[in-house]
């Protein structure tokens, strides 16, 4: 069955520094990978996608993630975090249609402090 | 505005009590999903509908039902069966093909008092 994982419950970062929520999958096929961020009672917004092409994908609000196969891990990044990063984010794969839901990591909540 | 529209936002529910969840989309989505969120453990799938009139029982199907009657409408039905209904339930919908993302509503957040 397909699966991601957020190893990480927390990151905090310090403004203008850069920021890494890792993400990890496992899946039996080619993975549809995501990246959501949710605010406080709130639903999730999308931020990025990778599909197929360039292991480096660019989203939203300067985000971008590095897929790596070898590795089977998909990374959300920014070079410089700003204090309105701070929210959860979530990491999902989807796989096809036999098996047809968005699976979604547990969360990583992200803090940025000035 | 296109977009997908969740009501109410809260919802207080008795012990015993069936309560009904909406979800509406004018994004013209054949597919449409309910998941539920507690903290700590991401989002979990209910149950979701690739297309009206038909739906299939997602991770945690038990306690709750569904209707797809509509191309527009998935509302959710959380049934006294349900123990621990105590959630925020947020629905989703998204095209049909698989490497779509999916469009959320806000999300209802559901106390039993």
């Known amino acids: 069955a397909q699966s991601v994982a957020q190893p990480e419950d927390q990151v905090n970062v310090a403004e203008g520094n850069p920021l890494t929520v890792k993400c990890t999958y496992s899946?039996?096929?080619?993975?549809?990978l995501f990246w959501y961020v949710q605010y406080p009672n709130r639903g999730l917004q999308f931020l990025l996608k990778?599909?197929?092409?360039?292991?480096l994908v660019k989203g939203s609000y300067g985000f971008e993630a590095e897929f790596n196969k070898s590795q089977t891990s998909f990374h959300l990044k920014k070079p410089s975090a700003l204090v309105s990063d701070s929210a959860l984010y979530f990491c999902?794969?989807?796989?096809?249609?036999?098996?047809?839901?968005?699976?979604f990591g547990a969360g990583t909540r992200l803090t940025v402090k000035p | 505005d296109g977009g997908i529209t969740q009501s109410p936002k809260y919802l207080f529910r008795k012990e015993g009590q069936n309560v009904t969840l909406s979800c509406e989309q004018n994004?013209?989505?054949?597919?449409m999903y309910w998941y539920r969120q507690d903290p700590g453990q991401g989002l979990r799938l209910i149950y979701y509908?690739?297309?009206?009139?038909?739906?299939q029982k997602g991770d945690i199907a038990e306690g709750y039902s569904v209707s797809r009657e509509k191309k527009e409408s998935f509302p959710l039905t959380v049934t006294s069966a349900q123990k621990n209904p105590t959630a925020f339930y947020l629905c989703?919908?998204?095209?049909?093909?698989?490497?779509?993302?999916?469009?959320f509503g806000q999300g209802t957040r559901l106390t039993v008092v």
């Open positions: 999902a794969v989807r796989v096809g249609w036999e098996d047809n839901d968005m699976r």
């Open positions: 899946v039996s096929g080619n993975p549809y």
């Open positions: 509908s690739q297309i009206v009139n038909d739906f």
């Open positions: 990778y599909i197929t092409g360039d292991n």
């Open positions: 994004l013209n989505h054949d597919a």
């Open positions: 989703a919908s998204s095209i049909r093909t698989v490497n779509t993302e999916a469009f």
